[in-house]
Each structure stands twice: as C-alpha cells, then as structure tokens.
Antibody, heavy 120, light 107 residues
Framework: QVTLRESGPALVKPTQTLTLTCTFS??????????VSWIRQPPGKALEWLAR???????YYSTSLKTRLTISKDTSKNQVVLTMTNMDPVDTATYYC????????????WGQGTLVTVSS | DIQMTQSPSTLSASVGDRVTITCRAS??????LAWYQQKPGKAPKLLIY???SLESGVPSRFSGSGSGTEFTLTISSLQPDDFATYYC?????????FGGGTKVEIK
C-alpha cells in the first residue's frame, strides 16, 4: 500500500525559508524509475508543479521557481525534502508530494497535502 | 513551458448528463496527458493517463481521447459523486504543467 504524507510548518513569515518533508511508504526511491514531485495549489486556484527528484538523484525544477527551490532525498528514511527560500504571501498554498515514474510522469499517488500560510 | 488550456472553466450539468471537458496544449504533447479529479479539501485523484488509459478502479463512465494538442475527458452519464473539479496535466517534457481546471457543478 503506497502512502505519502507531507509535514512542515503551517505558518512562515515573509523572507523566511520553508522546509517541507514528504515521508512515504509502499515503494522505494532506490527502485529504478521511481520519482517524487512537489506540487502546490494556492487557495481556489490551479495546481502548479514545483520540483521532482528521481531514484538516481536527478533533479528537475519549475522554470519560474528554480532559483528558490532545492529538492533532496534520504532513501534510508523514505523521505524527500523541499526547501523554498524567500517566502512571500503569494506562496500561500497547499503543498502536495506525489509519486510518479520517469517513463510515465503522471502522479498515481498523492499525499493529503499541507497548508502553508505566509504572513507576518 | 507548455501551456495547457482547459475549457470550460465551469460547467453546470445534471445527473445523467453526458459531459465533455477539453484541454488544449500550446504545442504537441503526443499522448502524454493525464486527467485528475479533485474534490474540496482533497488531493487530486488520477483518472486517465496516456490520454485514454483508464486508471485501475476508475469507473468506465470516464473516458479520455485525443493526441497532439487537443484532448477531451468525457463522463458518459454524470453521477452525484462526479461533481468536482477536473485538471489535465501534460508530461511530454520534464517541466510538467497543469490546466486551469474545470469545475463541474450541479445544474
């Protein structure tokens, strides 16, 4: 049974750095082809893909946000970590992690999401 | 980045109606398109991948078609559980993009 769960602060101040952790089970990020992405959704708005890390440690970032994002993994802990620097109120959103496969990069399993509010 | 445009943004329909949602890509994405259903406060749920392949466990009233730049999601007979927001997603390039969503409301 595949599960993913996001964790991190519910509230961050403007200019701070956000660190989110995705803890998963039911698959391994050491398995060839496996990938985990971060996706966010501002309240009432559409989904936006942020970053992806692959089993071989290849990393990919959103064109518009790549200067602010870092994605990493700890295979032994079954965790993927996303950091986003210089947070702004427009970054207020529900942040999801989701699983995909490099060769078919759609998301078959998602976490329940974590709402992050950026406010002073 | 490839832009994905969905239409309509909102759709009012009744139980039993046939519903069609369109997704257009700004350049050809072959068949590398997925559809998701999202209900309020919940994560998206995968319905269709590779434009027309039904995800396991998804009712057969959902179907997808298209290739290149134009795609459709069809619900053959709308059920009460289908009132939700639907998103398309292209995965032709590593830089994944989603459509803006289509909210299916009760008429």
């Amino acid at each position: 049974q595949v599960t993913l769960r996001e964790s991190g602060p519910a509230l961050v101040k403007p200019t701070q750095t956000l660190t989110l952790t995705c803890t998963f089970s039911g698959f391994s990020l050491s398995t060839s082809g496996m990938c985990v992405s971060w996706i966010r959704q501002p309240p009432g708005k559409a989904l936006e893909w942020l970053a992806r890390i692959d089993w071989d440690d290849d990393k990919y970032y959103s064109t518009s946000l790549k200067t602010r994002l870092t994605i990493s993994k700890d295979t032994s802990k079954n965790q993927v970590v996303l950091t986003m620097t210089n947070m702004d109120p427009v970054d207020t959103a529900t942040y999801y992690c989701a699983r995909s496969n490099r060769y078919s990069n759609y998301f078959d399993y998602w976490g329940q999401g974590t709402l992050v509010t950026v406010s002073s | 980045d490839i832009q994905m445009t969905q239409s309509p943004s909102t759709l009012s329909a009744s139980v039993g109606d046939r519903v069609t949602i369109t997704c257009r890509a700004s350049q050809s994405i072959s068949s590398w398109l997925a559809w998701y259903q999202q209900k309020p406060g919940k994560a998206p749920k995968l319905l269709i991948y590779k434009a027309s392949s039904l995800e396991s466990g998804v009712p057969s009233r959902f179907s997808g078609s298209g290739s290149g730049t134009e795609f459709t999601l069809t619900i053959s007979s709308l059920q009460p559980d289908d009132f939700a927001t639907y998103y398309c997603q292209q995965y032709n390039s590593y830089s994944i993009t989603f459509g803006g969503g289509t909210k299916v409301e009760i008429k």
